[in-house]
């Protein structure tokens, strides 16, 4: 995949600079932990909006969340045959919500609710990168 200056911390460092959003703190935390998970993560802009990759896209923050923060978990921009990870990903805490057999998302309340499911939800990325 060749990289373009949307595929920079820089791109998302210029977007949240610009971004007006209620959970921009929430935001900032959530982005620090992806990225924190593993050292193969890197972030760019993808979709409007920070997202984070290895070889492929794997998660991008869901801009759109009404209350709090979200993340949308998946294998990249297109459909993979091979994508069934839905009993790959062990997920005890339940932070999972799965929407299709390749793609899930995880919601977070507030600050806190990051805070308290931060070491779950780090787990549960160093397992989905490996499947990307």
């Known amino acids: 995949m060749p990289l373009t200056a949307a595929d920079t911390t820089k791109a998302v460092d210029a977007l949240m600079t610009s971004l007006q959003h209620a959970a921009k703190e929430e935001i900032e935390f959530l982005r620090a ?61 339940h932070l999972l919500q799965w929407k299709a057999k390749d793609r899930a998302t995880v919601d977070f309340k507030d600050l806190a609710d990051l805070e308290s499911k931060k070491t779950a939800f780090q787990a549960i990325l160093k397992h989905w990168i490996k499947h990307v």
């Open 33 to 93: 932990t992806i990225l924190a998970a593993h050292p193969s993560i890197q972030e760019g802009v993808k979709w409007s909006a920070p997202s984070f990759r290895t070889t492929e896209y794997f998660a991008t923050i869901n801009l759109r969340t009404k209350v709090g923060v979200g993340v949308v978990l998946h294998l990249g921009a297109k459909p993979r045959g091979d994508g069934v990870i839905v009993d790959l990903i062990p997920d005890r805490t």
